[in-house]
């Protein structure tokens, strides 16, 4: 078998730098490059293209939210939750929904369920939240079951790329960045608009790329490979046509990146804590190989938004009160 020649074979940067460079803005990649730049090259074994292939569907086959996945993720951004936005935020996005405990609401990209226990807490309202990871849907209903919420913050596990509908009519519906690695982005639309009651509610965050052109640069097909599920972001403009096309009157629409990218700092500012508690655990170092993981998942998910070419959307629509749905009711 030949070998070959691999700049990723050469010397790399211990985790403590890494994680420091990270968190002190520093471009840990340019780092590495330099670091690169004063090593040999080092042969390594190329793989039959057979096997190769093999590798790659298994990895496609894989819950991408893996157990040391999850434990990071709470680590970072709080119990139950898998992303940016804790408690406040959720309740201070959610205030324009004017929530109550005689209203049912609806979640896309539920998660481990953290957002719809907030809203259950502050609101009292019924959540059913749909997740596509299986192993997010299992660890979440076990977060809902000790918080004595598992009747009022239900999650359900769905195929987004497969979806015949939803079950019930809802009075509100919330969808939290779970749209943009979804193909068919209206057709969901469509679902989520005939299970939505007359003069109903729906908040949408989502990540939305600046303009078309976009998915051509490098920078974007670079941070695209490294997303946990392949990512399809379109316009707001072209969100927004979407949601008019389909009875939904769009109340607010704006760009709240900046605010994003603040959340992701002030969590990822806790890192190195993070990085001393785990390296006192047993199994430490996976759990420490995982938070770098992370780590530079979410550098990459920030300088697209810092460039501007990636934005993320906050979008309030209401469901016109008479008319025809433009599904039927099953």
Same mark, same amino acid.
Request: net charge negative; aromatic share 8%; charged share 30%.
């Given at each position: 078998?030949?070998?070959?020649?691999?700049?990723?074979?050469?010397?790399?940067? *211990?985790?403590?730098?890494?994680?420091?460079?990270?968190?002190?803005?520093? !471009?840990?990649?340019?780092?590495?490059?330099?670091?690169?730049?004063?090593?040999?090259?080092?042969?390594?074994?190329?793989?039959?293209?057979?096997? /190769?292939?093999?590798?790659?569907?298994?990895?496609?086959?894989? !819950?991408?939210?893996?157990?040391?996945?999850?434990?990071?993720?709470?680590?970072?951004?709080?119990?139950?939750?898998?992303?940016?936005?804790?408690?406040?935020?959720?309740?201070?996005?959610?205030?324009?929904?004017?929530?109550?405990?005689?209203?049912?609401?609806?979640?896309?990209?539920?998660?481990?369920?953290?957002?719809?226990?907030?809203?259950? !807490?502050?609101?009292?309202?019924?959540?059913?939240?749909?997740?596509?990871?299986?192993?997010? &849907?299992?660890?979440?209903?076990?977060?809902?079951?000790?918080?004595?919420?598992?009747?009022?913050?239900?999650?359900?596990?769905?195929?987004?790329?497969?979806?015949?509908?939803?079950?019930?009519?809802?009075?509100?519906?919330?969808?939290?960045?779970?749209?943009?690695?979804?193909?068919?982005?209206?057709?969901?639309?469509?679902?989520?608009?005939?299970?939505?009651?007359? *003069?109903?509610?729906?908040?949408?965050?989502?990540?939305?790329?600046?303009?078309?052109? &976009?998915?051509?640069?490098?920078?974007?097909?670079?941070?695209?490979?490294?997303?946990?599920?392949?990512?399809?972001?379109?316009?707001?403009?072209?969100?927004? *046509?979407?949601?008019?096309?389909?009875?939904?009157?769009?109340? &607010?629409?704006?760009?709240?990146?900046?605010?994003?990218?603040?959340?992701?700092?002030?969590?990822?500012?806790?890192?190195? /804590?993070?990085?001393?508690?785990?390296?006192?655990?047993?199994?430490?170092?996976?759990?420490?190989?995982?938070?770098?993981?992370?780590?530079?998942?979410?550098?990459?998910?920030?300088?697209?938004?810092?460039?501007?070419?990636?934005?993320?959307?906050?979008?309030?629509?209401?469901?016109?009160?008479?008319?025809?749905?433009?599904?039927?009711?099953?």
């Amino acid at each position: 078998m030949a070998a070959k020649k691999n700049k990723s074979a050469k010397g790399k940067m *211990g985790l403590g730098l890494r994680l420091k460079a990270w968190w002190e803005g520093y !471009d840990a990649d340019e780092i590495q490059k330099r670091i690169d730049a004063r090593l040999p090259d080092e042969p390594v074994e190329e793989k039959p293209k057979k096997e /190769a292939a093999e590798e790659t569907k298994s990895n496609e086959d894989i !819950d991408p939210w893996s157990d040391e996945v999850v434990d990071i993720a709470q680590y970072i951004w709080g119990k139950g939750f898998c992303g940016p936005g804790g408690p406040e935020y959720i309740i201070s996005l959610s205030k324009l929904l004017a929530l109550s405990p005689e209203m049912s609401m609806m979640q896309i990209g539920a998660g481990l369920g953290g957002p719809a226990r907030v809203l259950v !807490d502050r609101f009292g309202v019924w959540m059913t939240g749909y997740e596509e990871s299986e192993n997010l &849907v299992g660890k979440g209903r076990q977060l809902s079951k000790m918080a004595g919420l598992e009747k009022k913050a239900v999650l359900e596990q769905y195929n987004p790329d497969d979806i015949e509908g939803f079950d019930r009519k809802f009075d509100r519906a919330l969808s939290k960045e779970a749209l943009f690695t979804i193909n068919d982005k209206r057709g969901v639309i469509e679902k989520i608009e005939d299970k939505l009651k007359p *003069g109903g509610l729906f908040l949408m965050t989502e990540y939305m790329i600046d303009n078309d052109s &976009v998915p051509g640069k490098d920078r974007y097909k670079e941070w695209a490979v490294g997303e946990r599920n392949h990512p399809c972001p379109i316009t707001a403009d072209d969100m927004v *046509g979407i949601l008019k096309d389909n009875r939904l009157q769009v109340r &607010v629409s704006e760009d709240i990146s900046m605010q994003y990218i603040d959340m992701i700092n002030q969590a990822w500012a806790g890192a190195d /804590a993070v990085a001393a508690k785990l390296a006192k655990q047993e199994d430490g170092a996976m759990m420490i190989q995982t938070l770098m993981r992370e780590a530079e998942f979410w550098t990459r998910r920030k300088k697209m938004l810092e460039s501007g070419d990636l934005k993320l959307w906050r979008i309030v629509a209401n469901k016109k009160s008479t008319g025809p749905s433009m599904m039927s009711d099953w």
